[in-house]
């Protein structure tokens, strides 16, 4: 799998990741609720990083009441970041305070080289139908101050020609 978060300083072009993956269940396609949690940092760790991703599915995704999805991976120099989808802010909230998701991150957080963003929202925009947890590769695209109805008309307009 490969993503790409924003440029590499040094070429401009999208990264592609030395870790990632992509796992998902829940309300389906065509859900107009959906809240996410969006942590980045550095890590010179992305094996590591890797490994408690999976821990957290394994472990701790059964009880998370309303978790639909997460992306997350690594670029190679060691860009990490990851998106949580939940239903609604009430479900994530409810997973944050949950004591083994406190252990669990207190870990996780170690495994980060300085200082970790968090960005929290419900103000989401599925593309070409949404995610799909098969996909071989990702594209997340960070930006402020755009117009929003000009981008929902490049939009649809790009979807005319993704769709043949």
Known sequence: MSM?????????????????????????????RMFVQIIEGK???????????????????PGAMGFLGVTSGVT?????????????EEAARANSDRPEQGAWWAETA??????????????VEEFLGGG?????FV???????VDRARTAQLDERFQEFAST
């Not at 190679?76 to 609604?88: C, H, L, N, P, Y």
């Not at 594209?139 to 101050?145: A, P």
């Open 132 to 136: 799909s947890d098969d996909a071989g």
């Open 139 to 145: 594209q997340i695209m960070k930006s402020r101050g």
């Open 43 to 61: 890590t010179s760790d992305a094996a590591a990083l890797t490994r408690q991703g999976e821990r957290w599915q394994d472990e701790l995704s």
């Open 110 to 123: 170690q495994l980060y080289d300085g200082d970790i963003s968090f960005t929290e929202s419900s103000d």
């Open 4 to 32: 790409c978060q924003a440029e590499e300083p040094a070429t401009g072009r999208c990264g592609s990741l030395v870790a990632g993956r992509m796992i998902g269940r829940g309300l389906g396609r065509g859900s107009d």
């Open 76 to 88: 190679a120099d060691g860009r990490a970041i990851t998106i949580v989808r939940f239903e609604s």
